[in-house]
């Protein structure tokens, strides 16, 4: 009871300052109203003075009085001029903000324009963007159009308005002004402000992943971002207000749409791609056909410069022109050959490009960039009578012969390229019957001598068995050879692990190229270097009569076969060179002989394509590629056996270290030798002398029986 009498006068006293300050105002609304509740009242200038209390009432400001704007009113009938309402004693930070604005040119009338009739004044969200037409009427009917305004009208309260853009209410300025929202330098974070919200997407249809970020890292984020305002922002592409998605055939980045989009700022470009092969067919209507963003990416536009572009010399035959080209169903569907692109890639041009190179021939580099057109068009940069120009321009001199020939023809086709194709087949046919028949060979005589498991003794004497001249020449060959291996190979499979190491450089510095150029330099000093040795020695060049093949080396390879397989007990005795070592010694001549004409034709490619037809580089392509498999399991599988693995010279013949070799290993296997380096050791002899003796002196090998000090039952086949 005691709290109730205290509150009763509280509530009573509240009410009373209800009564005195509402219900005057609201007594004198109905004043108000005695007059401009009149639809036919007008001023003196015939302009409406009705003020329909319905509508004002449902305004933003139906809850204030006549007199909270009228202030000055304070009697009745009030004066006829009366000042203009000030909404600043209300709305004083928006009055203070709306001169600085883009619409503070409108002066006082500037909360009207945008507001609408005073006493009809609706909420922001409600009024846009259909007041923001009173003025500016294009761009709404074009927003109306636009994706934006789909969603809004769909329901969809994240859709932006004018606001959202443009910025609040009272402080939108100019485009044109550094600090606006939509500023060519500010656009990207206004996009941002959605397009970049992970919430926002995750709840939206977009299409691509990380729009905003792609485009920042962009050639033309980043020209924007420098305040280059030249350089295209969001709405260059997408235009400001009739924002469309890219299925909408009135979008400016609809497939069909883009060339005229890009063209905008790359007019020049854009009319030479319309002549272009592609242009003529998207005027067409062949969907499948490459406009600007298939080959330059849509926000990720990158300078051809940059390694990760798409249209980087080293990625754009593969990631760009590949992506169609090699395209089973687009080849299908428009008749396109489909072994064009793995043609290139085979090609020299392609490997050094998968390899890094940024100054070997690509796709545009031939056909062109933006100009492309059909090889039997004579504009095409392709066309038979262009392409001493084109090809020119890397190889200067370049003739017209090489053109006769087909380009992108893969080795095995065998109608466009018969020689090349018959070279593929017959090393096809040679590699596997060598290589098998050095595996088998070997693999015998291993397992051979591991059963019988009677090893030369190791006494650690030694006989001379090559002198200074033929080390020198091994040694070349020793370093040369596997520099050639590895930095050919690396060519051929740039993507393997040991090949990238040697390929880190390769956008820069051509570091394979030059070390297998030079290493094959060094090979030829070395072969000439033995074939001068041989020329002016008169003593060592006997060697090439003990080397010459016989039939006799048909024998004794029957023979060891015959003894490794335990069909006889005694093996075959050798004279001062076996078999194995004149099979070795004729295949690395002629090796050396075809590698080098086939090297220096390709490395000297000017003059081959000047006076050759282009079969001839690709035949001296395949061979050479062939060949270098051959030689480099030769060396493994044959050479590495006897000179390492061979149970009896293991772990090495240290022969082309110091030119002596193990004793025992002469006598077991070359009886007569023997005798000859135990005489030639007795004797001092110059240094650059050879061991070998005159083959006058040399015994019928019938002679060479076994004797009591040289049992013949553990021989090598090989020798060193």
Not at 311 to 330: F, I, K, M, Q, W
Not at 386 to 397: E, F, R, V, Y
Request: hydrophobic share 40%; glycine share 6%.
């Amino acid at each position: 009871m005691h709290a109730r009498s205290n509150s009763t006068p509280r509530w009573f006293f509240g009410w009373l300052v209800f009564a005195t300050i509402a219900w005057p105002a609201l007594a004198q609304d109905d004043a108000c109203l005695a007059c401009h509740g009149d639809r036919s009242l007008q001023s003196a200038s015939g302009r409406s003075m009705f003020v329909d209390p319905a509508r004002h009432a449902s305004s933003v400001h139906g809850a204030l009085g006549c007199t909270s704007c009228h202030m000055t009113i304070r009697d009745f009938p009030h004066p006829k001029r009366i000042p203009r309402v000030d909404c600043s004693t209300c709305h004083a930070e928006a009055s203070a903000d709306v001169p600085h604005s883009a619409h503070g040119v409108l002066g006082a009338a500037a909360c009207l324009s945008c507001h609408g009739p005073p006493h009809e004044i609706g909420r922001a969200a409600e009024t846009s963007p259909q007041s923001c037409a009173t003025c500016h009427a294009d761009a709404v009917q074009q927003y109306q159009s636009s994706i934006h305004a789909q969603f809004l009208a769909a329901g969809d309260a994240q859709s932006p308005t004018c606001q959202t853009c443009h910025g609040p209410s009272h402080r939108i300025l100019p485009a044109r002004d550094p600090a606006s929202p939509v500023a060519r330098r500010n656009l990207p974070d206004t996009c941002g402000a959605c397009h970049a919200n992970p919430n926002f997407l995750a709840q939206h249809p977009i299409p691509f992943a990380r729009p905003i970020e792609s485009y920042r890292l962009s050639v033309h984020g980043r020209a924007v971002a420098a305040g280059n305002e030249q350089a295209p922002s969001c709405s260059d592409c997408h235009s400001s207000h009739a924002i469309l998605p890219a299925r909408d055939p009135r979008s400016t980045i609809n497939h069909w749409n883009v060339p005229q989009t890009c063209g905008v700022c790359h007019t020049e470009i854009a009319n030479t791609y319309k002549e272009s092969i592609h242009g003529q067919a998207v005027a067409r209507g062949v969907r499948g056909a490459p406009v600007c963003t298939d080959c330059h990416g849509e926000h990720t536009i990158l300078a051809p410069a940059e390694p990760e572009s798409l249209v980087n010399p080293a990625r754009v035959s593969r990631a760009t022109c590949g992506r169609c080209h090699a395209d089973e169903r687009l080849a299908e569907r428009y008749n396109l050959p489909l072994d064009k692109v793995p043609a290139f890639e085979d090609s020299y041009h392609g490997l050094a490009l998968r390899a890094g190179s940024q100054t070997v021939a690509n796709c545009a580099s031939c056909h062109g960039v933006h100009n492309i057109l059909p090889s039997s068009d004579p504009r095409s940069t392709v066309h038979p009578s262009n392409l001493a120009s084109t090809c020119g321009k890397c190889h200067p001199g370049a003739g017209t012969r090489f053109a006769l020939g087909p380009v992108h023809v893969r080795p095995a086709s065998a109608t466009e390229h018969p020689v090349v194709a018959f070279i593929r087949v017959t090393y096809w046919i040679l590699i596997p019957l060598v290589v098998g028949f050095m595996l088998v060979h070997n693999l015998l005589d291993f397992l051979a001598k591991l059963i019988r498991g009677r090893f030369l003794p190791r006494t650690g004497e030694t006989l001379p068995r090559m002198n200074l001249h033929f080390r020198i020449a091994h040694w070349l060959t020793a370093v040369s050879f596997p520099v050639l291996v590895v930095t050919g190979f690396a060519l051929k499979f740039p993507e393997q692990w040991w090949a990238r190491p040697l390929l880190r450089w390769e956008s820069e510095f051509a570091l394979r190229g030059t070390l297998h150029r030079i290493a094959g330099v060094v090979l030829l000093v070395s072969f000439f270097y033995h074939i001068a040795h041989l020329v002016f020695s008169r003593r060592d060049r006997i060697i090439l009569r003990f080397l010459r093949p016989g039939l006799e080396d048909l024998r004794d390879l029957w023979g060891v076969i015959r003894y490794n397989l335990g069909r006889t007990p005694e093996r075959p005795r050798f004279g001062k060179f076996s078999y194995a070592e004149k099979i070795e010694y004729w295949a690395f001549v002629w090796g050396t002989v075809v590698m080098a004409v086939s090297g220096l034709l390709l490395w000297f490619n000017n003059f081959t394509l000047r006076y050759f037809p282009k079969w001839v580089s690709d035949a001296a392509t395949a061979i050479h590629y062939y060949e270098a498999i051959l030689a480099t399991l030769a060396i493994l599988i044959w050479h590495f056996y006897m000179t390492i693995f061979d149970p009896d010279v293991y772990p090495m013949d240290m022969a082309w270290l110091t030119g002596r070799t193990a004793a025992e290993h002469i006598r077991h296997t070359r009886r007569f030798e023997y005798i000859v380096a135990l005489e030639q050791q007795a004797k001092p002899e110059p240094v650059e002398k050879s061991a070998a003796e005159p083959a006058d002196t040399t015994p019928p090998k019938a002679a060479e029986a076994p004797t009591a000090e040289a049992p013949a039952a553990e021989d090598n086949p090989q020798g060193s």
